[in-house]
């Protein structure tokens, strides 16, 4: 190719190579409609009891929800609201409500807590039977337990304590479920939290049982996520610190362990009152490839769910904390689960994990159920071989992975961590379609209808392909066997509070929302500068002096419907990227088809003068011209010398300190992340 450039043979035969990827990154997916802030401002929220000044100063801070018989529990800090979903009157406020306070918030303070964690906060709130909830909390990092009337919320019985059923702090993890007759729960029985807990308890005579204490072989730093009976087995879903990938660093993975209901524990050789039937397995969401690319941080998990006429859960997983965000939802037939604790055991050899030949496992199957299965001879789980118990012991978990449904997730997204799902597997006139609503951190939530069954979705798992498989990632074309992103909802704008902006200048007024200070501002403003409540966010831009627009409840102000909008990031990278092809492939063909004589080279420049000792060298970028007067002499340098700075007084609250100005005003802000302003 005579007369063609080297750069213009490289950008095509880039071009080439780019524009047909073997195997790509699934696609963000275009939402086909979107709601803003504008019109979800007038949708029906509660902001908290009518004259509670506690709720108006304090926040609400969610903690759980339970739908039960047409109620919706909501437990919270200090109280428990109960709404009727059977009688829609365009507002939510409760029908009825507990407030539950604790009576130990000086000790709690004296053990160097802050005032906002030396609260109740309402963990646990599960049903015991058809007519009573158990209820549990922090209790000012003294955990207890309370038994309520579901009708009347009234208590019933003694309280007990909540160590093992509830953590100390709100921020710790904590799954619980009644099953037989017993509570399940997953958290941690310490003060420090040092010590991760599954606990069975309140068994009617029977004594409780756990995992073993302060093992990282059976719980390192877990994060409890869902709990879920399914056959003879209790299931728990969590994400941990993986032991088996410790040369790789602190790698976070997802798990599902399982225990037997009717275990009675060990022993009084080997696990008394522990478990003998805990196993834990990795459970892998993932998008196949060359390179194989995980996520591995379990957020949610559903209960379970007829997908494509079989038994499943469907989970949420994010990327590891230090990585690009990004969220995939998988599915996995409980079947699938069920069969992964078949397989072999993992062990340490070295500084890797190795599966344990079959010949050195026992006999009975350590795992199995006392009366079921290999197990059927044996009585209870006390009488099992020591030689099993001891391998039980030591080997709680298992080599391999639980693969999702059809290979692939079911959606993926990037940009930001989706951190809550809910699911309807019955949606349509036929009930045949599956819609996913995902929560983001960013305050939006994501409507998904998921890809349609494909003909290969019934058989049996292993080569099962995804639902859709066949088509290309990331469409979003209206088609049958396509994932869709149906709706964008934006519910708030965490990045606006006005205590997370640490500002001198802005206070936060409940009855007024976020504004500048002033001497004349009346008692019982709130401000953080010191960033001891741990939220993030800014005060930006400038408040009018009307709240017509605003949020009062909660000193949000709402942007209009010509709010200006972000750019997606693959649309800005797609952009970068064609204008540089465009620009070197323009310039490649200007080279080519234009020829330029050559320029002759200027004369050499003469020698400069030389410089007086006081004349400071200057680089030149182009020749000297004659200058018009004579320079005048310079004086001579002085010693380097510190001047004395006079010391500038201080701003009045309320003032610029730089130029004497009015100091910024700030628009009303959205309560931080622990549900205060």
């Not at 063609?4 to 524009?19: D, E, N």
């Not at 728990?236 to 798990?255: I, N, P, T």
């Not at 049996?460 to 088509?471: K, L, R, S, V, Y």
């Not at 396509?482 to 934006?490: G, M």
Request: hydrophobic share 35%; charged share 20%; net charge neutral.
């Amino acid at each position: 190719m005579p007369g063609v450039p080297l750069l213009f043979v490289l950008l095509l035969l880039l071009l080439l190579i780019t524009g047909t990827p073997a195997q790509s990154f699934p696609r963000d997916l275009v939402a086909r409609s979107t709601v803003g802030l504008a019109a979800t401002a007038a949708y029906p929220r509660f902001g908290g009891l009518r004259g509670d000044n506690g709720t108006a100063r304090l926040g609400l801070d969610f903690q759980r929800m339970l739908r039960l018989n047409g109620t919706l529990f909501v437990a919270a800090r200090d109280h428990i609201y109960a709404f009727d979903l059977r009688q829609d009157k365009g507002t939510l406020y409760p029908e009825r409500h507990l407030t539950w306070e604790t009576q130990d918030r000086e000790n709690c303070a004296m053990r160097g807590r802050r005032q906002d964690e030396c609260h109740n906060y309402i963990r646990v709130l599960v049903p015991r039977d058809a007519e009573t909830l158990l209820a549990c909390g922090t209790n000012a990092f003294s955990p207890l337990c309370r038994t309520y009337q579901v009708s009347s919320l009234a208590q019933q019985g003694d309280e007990v304590s909540g160590q093992a059923r509830c953590p100390f702090d709100a921020k710790q993890s904590i799954v619980a479920l009644f099953v037989d007759g017993s509570l399940y729960s997953a958290t941690v029985a310490d003060f420090q939290a040092s010590d991760a807990v599954i606990y069975r308890s309140l068994s009617p005579g029977q004594a409780p049982l756990r995992t073993l204490k302060y093992s990282s072989r059976w719980l390192q730093e877990p994060h409890f996520v869902q709990v879920l009976p399914y056959g003879p087995y209790v299931y728990f879903f969590f994400r941990e610190v993986a032991v088996e990938l410790s040369a790789l660093g602190k790698v976070l993975v997802a798990r599902v362990a399982r225990v037997c209901r009717n275990d009675r524990g060990g022993s009084p050789r080997v696990l008394e009152r522990r478990w003998t039937s805990f196993l834990k397995v990795r459970l892998q969401c993932s998008i196949p490839g060359d390179t194989v690319f995980y996520f591995d941080v379990l957020e949610a998990v559903t209960p379970p769910q007829t997908l494509h006429g079989r038994p499943a859960v469907l989970a949420l997983f994010g990327t590891q904390p230090n990585s690009i965000p990004g969220s995939a939802v998988c599915a996995f037939y409980l079947a699938d689960v069920e069969r992964s604790f078949e397989g072999p055991f993992a062990e340490p050899r070295g500084t890797t994990w190795t599966p344990v030949p079959e010949e050195r496992v026992p006999q009975p199957r350590p795992g199995c159920c006392a009366g079921m299965g290999p197990a059927a001879g044996v009585v209870t789980s006390g009488d099992f071989p020591d030689e099993t118990l001891v391998f039980a012991k030591e080997h709680p978990l298992l080599h391999g992975a639980v693969g999702p449904a059809g290979g692939r997730p079911l959606f993926t997204h990037t940009g930001t961590r989706l951190t809550q799902l809910a699911v309807d597997t019955g949606a349509g006139p036929r009930g045949n379609h599956t819609v996913l609503f995902l929560g983001a951190e960013d305050g939006r939530l994501l409507k998904v209808l998921a890809a349609a069954q494909s003909p290969e979705a019934t058989q049996p798992p292993g080569g099962t392909p995804a639902p859709g498989d066949t088509q290309e990632p990331g469409d979003s074309r209206d088609s049958s066997g396509k994932t869709l992103l149906l709706e964008e909802i934006s519910l708030y704008d965490p990045g606006r509070s006005c205590l997370a902006a640490r500002d001198p200048y802005c206070v936060w007024l409940p009855s007024r929302g976020c504004v500048p200070f002033s001497e004349d501002l009346p008692s019982g403003f709130q401000q953080d500068v010191e960033g001891s409540l741990g939220i993030s966010g800014t005060c930006q831009g400038a408040a009018e002096d009307n709240d017509e627009d605003g949020d009062l409840a909660h000193g949000v102000r709402h942007p209009g419907p010509e709010a200006e909008s972000a750019v997606p990031v693959p649309v800005l990278v797609g952009c970068v990227l064609g204008a540089f092809a465009l620009g070197a492939l323009a310039t490649g063909l200007a080279a080519t088809c234009c020829q330029r004589p050559a320029v002759p080279k200027a004369p050499p420049e003469p020698p400069c003068a030389p410089r007086t000792p006081t004349q400071t060298p200057v680089p030149r970028l182009y020749p000297a011209l004659p200058p018009r007067d004579p320079p005048e002499p310079e004086p001579p340098a002085l010693p380097p010398a510190r001047a004395p700075r006079d010391r500038e007084p201080r701003s009045p609250p309320g003032r610029d300190h730089r130029a004497g100005l009015p100091g910024r005003r700030c628009r009303s802000g959205r309560p931080g992340a622990r549900g205060g302003p």
